[in-house]
């Protein structure tokens, strides 16, 4: 895909890591994904951006304070380009979400989290300007996001509904899987907790594309991070790895397949 100026309204926009420590964690990114890192001042302090050439792909910034009284762990967080943060919010609350923050404004747009019925956390996000561009699909930016989760059917009608997302499902490696799809595009998936997981917390996970999921796997490890999920392919998807940085943020890896 190009690099995106304006983000379609109710697909994902960012992703963004929430670390105890965003001076580790940068090295770490740097070399597993080759990220250029740029600061930026912010009322919380640095804001780490990651570029890859000139497009931003991510950004890292520390952990809020309101969230660790939460008990949030370090994570991404993925974000949802919205037109109008109040009304979506409203609307996440009539539909048995929770709001956490928010709407409140965030440098030059707006932005709030919100807990789906069924707890994954995700972030929705308003700018009435051009953030520059977002490189989404290509090596080692973000490529897909992943809610997993132990109520589907809860969870699917919350994102369908405020989202307007038609939910699809599809057969993936003798499990259902649920692509949501914005006209004939899916934006995201779905996936109900395997038993490994069963103890996992509903979340929101963000992959991100690359070149060998092997060798990516293999450099986690040497960097101080943990393979959660060992490399594994999916028919005509591509080969994926589930990881964990040594803060503890957990992201996918994929190779997608190259006859797709």
Do not use: S
């Given at each position: 895909m190009p690099e995106i100026t304006k983000p379609v309204t109710h697909t994902f926009c960012w992703v963004e890591l929430n670390t105890s420590d965003p001076s580790a964690a940068?090295?770490?990114?740097?070399?597993?994904?080759?990220w250029k890192m740029n600061e930026m001042p912010m009322p919380t302090g640095n804001y780490l951006m990651a570029n890859v050439g000139d497009a931003s792909v991510s950004g890292i910034t520390k952990l809020p304070d309101e969230a660790k009284k939460m008990g949030a762990p370090p994570h991404w967080l993925s974000y949802v380009s919205?037109?109008?943060?109040e009304k979506t919010v409203d609307k996440a609350k009539s539909l048995g979400g929770k709001v956490l923050t928010g709407p409140k404004q965030w440098g030059p747009?707006?932005?709030a989290l919100i807990q789906d019925p069924s707890g994954g956390v995700f972030a929705i996000w308003h700018s009435p300007q051009s953030m520059g561009s977002f490189l989404y699909g290509e090596p080692n930016a973000l490529c897909w996001n992943e809610l997993m989760t132990d109520?589907?059917?809860?969870?699917g009608k919350f994102y369908a509904n405020l989202f307007n997302w038609k939910p699809e499902t599809v057969n993936m490696t003798g499990e259902a899987y649920t692509i949501f799809k914005k006209g004939e595009q899916g934006t995201s998936g779905m996936m109900g907790k395997p038993a490994m997981a069963k103890n996992a917390p509903t979340s929101w996970l963000a992959y991100f594309a690359v070149g060998n999921v092997d060798q990516i796997a293999k450099k986690t490890s040497e960097l101080g991070g943990k393979v959660k999920h060992q490399p594994t392919d999916i028919p005509t998807v591509g080969r994926f790895a589930i990881l964990e940085d040594p803060q503890g943020a957990v992201f996918g890896v994929l190779q997608p397949d190259k006859k797709n």
């Open positions: 940068r090295p770490f990114y740097e070399k597993l994904f080759g919205v037109d109008d943060p747009g707006t932005i109520n589907v059917d809860q969870a």
